[in-house]
């Protein structure tokens, strides 16, 4: 059973953990390291912008970072640890999303992956996400979604 809660700093570690062990295989594809491995976690999960999903023993299994827009919840960066993977995680952390964004007043949620991540390209449409567009930001080609709640 995997459970989710607002982050602490305690969870920190952990997090930057699953953010290296999830990316790592990218930065072949993409020549770099992604943007989620070298995101400064501590700010938010100070800013009160980080949940974690954890096990029935309290081992965290994924993380989610929500930052408010204007008109928009923005899904910055979900990721589950290699080994939850396929487990439901992924999942369970797309629905805190959809709860959240209902509960913050917001009609929409944004994201946007990279496009050398084939995988999260057919992943997120068949969470009800739809691509918007396509550019270069920060020397990265992102692919944006969106989901009408």
Not at 35 to 57: C, F, K, R
Not at 92 to 111: F, H, K, S, T
């Amino acid at each position: 059973m995997v459970t989710c809660r607002g982050a602490v700093a305690l969870d920190t570690e952990a997090v930057v953990a699953i953010a290296y062990d999830a990316y790592a295989p990218y930065i072949e594809r993409i020549g770099r390291q992604p943007a989620p491995m070298t995101a400064d976690y501590a700010e938010a999960i100070a800013q009160g912008q980080l949940w974690v999903a954890e096990s029935a023993n309290g081992t965290v299994l994924g993380f989610l970072v929500l930052v408010e827009k204007p008109d928009h919840l923005l899904l910055e960066n979900v990721a589950a640890s290699p080994a939850a993977q396929g487990k439901g995680v992924g999942t369970a952390l797309l629905a805190l999303a959809e709860r959240r964004a209902r509960e913050r007043g917001y009609a929409r949620i944004r994201l946007y992956t990279n496009e050398a991540m084939t995988e999260n390209l057919t992943y997120y449409p068949r969470h009800g996400y739809r691509e918007t567009h396509r550019n270069t930001e920060d020397g990265f080609d992102r692919v944006h979604f969106v989901k009408e709640l």
